[in-house]
């Protein structure tokens, strides 16, 4: 089953200086049980991704076309606001980056975490009870003394596992996490990752993970897609894409990463250029004015998905040139 | 605009500031001129909101009260500012012994009742424009001084004025160019918001007594003289009250419009 | 610790008040001592890199070596003179030759300057306002790659690495000897960080400039510093020659801190080193050597001894049982 299936979304904000399209059918869809990272550097359109799913574009945003089907009947984008709120906290959850995003600071733990339960119908016992083994899954020491603290008394790591906590206690179909982990430290990012690959398994839920950490994803997710300007440019299995990577963004983004770099270079690899103004898309594809294999047809016309093979695709007229197995 | 709260805000105070300033050209009468012969005249074409109890025309004197209430608004506002932001600034950025101080001095002036301050200030110098405007400054000193002085906190530790304090900047460059133009809108817009309670003040005063002295035209004054004859000579009461009650109204709006427009949090007027 | 070192710091120590009148009279602990007894040297014309997690104390050493905040004891030594205790009026003439760049790339940046004013603003307050500043401006733009019409921006106007770009520009506006990088490339999409060291390498190599660059990115550092150190809690655990350390770390510390970098390979099998995720509070340090709390590696020796600082191969150590030895 599905639980998430995006089809051909496309989001544009009227700006006091025009239509500004941020996003441009975007098409994937999120397994039961499994992980899918979004991958893509700031301006790619993550956030809009995000907001558009949950309902909560600002007020001059709006879907222009395309569909978001949850759990296989209710489409997102068309849903009214009461449904949509229904929905958000209880089958689809959400960890933000910044910890405090989610934690109230002049509430205890323990009254947020029971606030979260309102619905379920339990006694207060039941419902601190339950907190209690959340706090116990996300490894935080003595949870039963903790409900009674306040989240500036947690230090940041501890509270992204709070946030974790609470987002999951509800048992969700999906869980959206955003940069959860951009702004801890790398020991705390691999306790974190490893918290959120355990979990996963146990509640059986899905994650679509967004990151612009390519080790976090390799290491968290199954499938992944590639974001850049608005549009998925690639998609498939994390093995895949790592592999065999065929976008020319997909490549060029790799090959950045100092993690791959197993030794000091001269010079760092970079992308030449910057992001197209979204206002005035380029012609053709939306990448060509930074690749260096752009030609004619490129700037002409807007490449389709390329089928690469299995659930791989690529939106370049050249897809079919790997660089697997030359100096990766 | 967008605003049509704003518009009308706009408005009454283009309306008053003009009818102040251009108040001879207006009218014909002067603002003192006593005609017993006219006395408790009600409002005609003549005399458009009637005479007062010494039969000067209360339209002319709403208008001259005018410049003394925008006088009184403007100047001392400007004090408060200047000083609020001198003894906020001050207290943020200075040694923690001279903030402690200078809370102290805030808080003690804060909690004296305004009718308190103003007789004190009014037993030491005689009722008169100048101890008006040292009430008004004194009631809003503290209050401006604060708000910097919590801003400045905050700003002390923002990573550009770390940055210019490690490039070597002085204490007084780091005020003046990194600190004091990021906290200043604000209050700008706050004071444009407390124009009304000064114009408030001022007519409090006046009302009372302790305020600009007679003959000088002030809607207080205005509104004190007609009390006494409220029931025969109604008109009296409403030349003091309205220009008072359209003034505050409208620097209210305007000083509301000002804040939502320069909110940049404001979502969905990017 | 020789004489044509740039910059020596023997045995500084940082410490801050935390608690006030109330917690001194509860008995509770009112100092923490973000600093404690750091020493190392810098020799002129390399990149030495701070590495560690938050709370190590990596950004208040770098701060305390610009003098924006005070040192309860010990020595930085820079140019030769004792930086240690002197006044701010004492200390600008060294601020124009050790500059410092911050962590948020924006923000770093007065929000109401244009980018003309903020590059102008380091001749300003060394009294070289008589220069041609719009000259001065273009050429720092030039230097650092962004076109002349960036003179007109404002700080909200900029994306990460342009504002990075600027901060850059700023540092290095008057030919200075150190520049002091608190985290280069945070904040930077990982296309933009390899701009943001190429430039920073390129000015090394034609300014002849040092450097010394505090980060807990890893990665990073092994592209730009010649010698590096890692600390925890306040302490050098290892420090030495760049390269050697990443081939054979000798700290537990550092081997974990270099296997949770999570690698961009889903088929790498990962020898990860999980510590326990919590760093202890500097209100409450743990006794002996003061990693024990999370060391895969520890026995009772080191809940109760202080390891001394030795030599072990080419870094200089401080653990009872090192690694690759």
Not at chain 2, 145 to 156: E, F, H, N, P, S
Not at chain 2, 167 to 193: D, E, K, T
Not at chain 3, 276 to 290: F, K, M, N, W
Request: charged share 20%; glycine share 8%; proline share 6%.
């Amino acid at each position: 089953m599905t639980v998430l299936d995006v089809r051909n979304l496309s989001v544009a904000f009227h700006t006091g200086s025009g239509r500004l399209e941020a996003l441009k059918q975007v098409s994937f869809s999120v397994p039961a049980n499994r992980s899918v990272g979004v991958v893509g550097e700031s301006g790619c359109g993550k956030s809009t991704l995000i907001n558009a799913i949950l309902g909560l574009l600002a007020d001059n945003g709006e879907i222009s076309s395309g569909e978001i089907i949850f759990e296989g009947d209710k489409d997102l984008a068309r849903l009214d606001p009461t449904a949509m709120r229904a929905l958000r906290g209880r089958r689809i959850a959400t960890v933000f980056q910044d910890p405090m995003g989610a934690l109230n600071p002049v509430l205890s733990v323990g009254r947020q975490m029971r606030d979260i339960q309102y619905r379920s119908g339990l006694s207060k016992r039941d419902k601190d009870a339950r907190s209690v083994a959340m706090l116990r899954k996300v490894r935080i020491p003595d949870p039963e003394s903790r409900l009674a603290q306040f989240p500036h008394e947690f230090s940041g790591g501890m509270k992204q596992r709070i946030a974790i906590a609470m987002a999951l206690m509800m048992e969700p179909a999906l869980l959206i996490a955003d940069e959860p982990t951009t702004a801890l430290d790398a020991t705390l990012e691999v306790a974190t990752i490893e918290l959120l690959k355990d979990l996963q398994r146990d509640i059986g839920c899905s994650v679509l993970f967004i990151s612009h950490h390519l080790g976090v994803i390799a290491e968290l997710c199954d499938e992944m897609i590639v974001m850049y300007a608005g549009e998925v440019v690639e998609s498939g299995t994390t093995r895949e894409i790592f592999h065999d990577p065929r976008h020319p963004y997909t490549q060029k983004l790799l090959a950045c990463d100092p993690a791959r770099l197993s030794h000091r270079v001269a010079r760092l690899p970079t992308i030449p250029g910057t992001l197209p103004d979204l206002r005035h898309r380029p012609s053709g594809c939306v990448f060509q004015p930074r690749c260096d294999r752009a030609d004619a047809q490129c700037r002409a016309d807007r490449p389709p998905n390329a089928v690469i093979g299995g659930s791989h695709i690529a939106r370049c007229w050249y897809a079919d040139i790997s660089l697997a197995g030359v100096g990766a | 605009m967008r605003e049509p709260l704003g518009a009308v805000g706009l408005t009454l105070v283009t309306v008053v500031v003009l009818s102040a300033v251009f108040a001879s050209v207006l009218t014909s009468y002067a603002p003192s001129k006593i005609s017993p012969a006219e006395r408790f005249a009600s409002p005609s074409l003549l005399h458009l909101l009637g005479t007062d109890h010494l039969g000067r025309d209360l339209f002319t004197r709403v208008l001259y009260g005018g410049r003394i209430a925008l006088l009184i608004a403007l100047g001392a506002t400007a004090g408060s500012l200047v000083a609020g932001v001198v003894l906020g600034l001050i207290a943020g950025y200075g040694p923690r012994w001279l903030d402690n101080v200078l809370l102290l001095v805030f808080d003690a002036v804060k909690s004296f009742p305004t009718v308190m301050l103003a007789l004190t200030l009014v037993t030491l110098f005689g009722p008169s424009l100048y101890a008006v405007v040292l009430v008004v400054m004194l009631v809003n000193v503290p209050g401006y001084a604060r708000i910097i002085r919590t801003q400045t906190l905050v700003l002390k530790s923002a990573e550009h004025v770390m940055a210019a304090r490690s490039m070597g900047a002085s204490a007084a460059r780091i005020l003046r160019v990194h600190i004091l133009p990021n906290i200043i809108g604000p209050i700008l817009i706050l004071i444009s918001m407390d124009i009304p309670v000064v114009v408030a003040i001022e007519a409090g005063m006046s009302f009372l007594g302790l305020g600009v002295r007679p003959p000088t035209p002030s809607w207080g004054a205005i509104l004190n003289d007609g009390f006494a004859n409220i029931r025969d000579s109604y008109w009296i009461v409403i030349a003091g009250g309205l220009p008072i009650v359209l003034t505050t109204l409208g620097f209210t709006f305007f000083g509301e419009t000002l804040r939502d427009l320069f909110d940049p949090r404001l979502k969905g007027r990017a | 610790m020789s004489s044509d070192d740039l910059l020596n710091v023997s045995d500084l120590r940082v410490s801050f008040r935390v608690g006030g009148l109330s917690a001194r009279l509860a008995g509770r602990a009112t100092e923490i001592e973000a600093v404690s007894g750091v020493g190392f040297s810098l020799q002129r014309g390399t990149t030495f890199a701070l590495v560690g997690e938050s709370g190590s104390g990596k950004t208040t050493l770098a701060r305390t070596l610009n003098g924006l905040q005070p040192a309860v004891a010990g020595s930085i030594r820079f140019e030769g003179q004792e930086l240690r205790g002197l006044s701010n009026a004492a200390m600008k003439p060294v601020r124009r030759r050790m500059p410092m760049m911050f962590q948020d790339p924006v923000g770093s940046l007065s929000p109401r300057l244009s980018v003309r004013a903020l590059l102008s603003e380091p001749f300003i307050i060394h009294g070289l306002s008589n220069r041609d500043l719009d000259a001065e401006v273009n050429r720092l733009l030039a230097l650092v790659g962004l076109p002349r019409e960036f003179a007109e921006r404002y700080p909200h106007q900029l994306s990460g690495g342009q504002a990075r770009r600027v901060g850059v520009a700023r540092a290095i506006a008057l030919d200075p000897v150190l520049v002091v990088a608190d985290e280069p490339t945070a904040g930077l999409d990982v296309s933009v960080q390899g701009e943001v060291l190429n430039l920073l390498n390129d000015l090394r190599d034609r300014m002849g400039l040092s450097m010394l660059i505090i980060t807990h990115n890893l990665h990073v550092v092994r592209q730009i510093a010649d010698r590096m150190a890692v600390m925890y809690l306040g302490r050098f655990v290892e420090q030495g020659d760049t390269e050697a350390i990443f081939r054979a770390p000798h700290h537990p510390y550092t081997a974990a801190l270099l296997s949770a970098n999570p690698e961009p390979d889903p088929d790498r099998v990962h020898q990860r080193i999980t510590l326990p995720a919590d760093v202890p509070s500097l209100l409450a340090r743990p006794s002996g050597c003061e990693f024990h709390t999370r060391c895969p590696r520890a026995q009772a020796r080191c809940a109760v001894d202080v390891p001394l600082p030795a030599m072990v191969g080419e870094s200089r150590l401080t653990c009872h049982f090192p690694l690759n030895t």
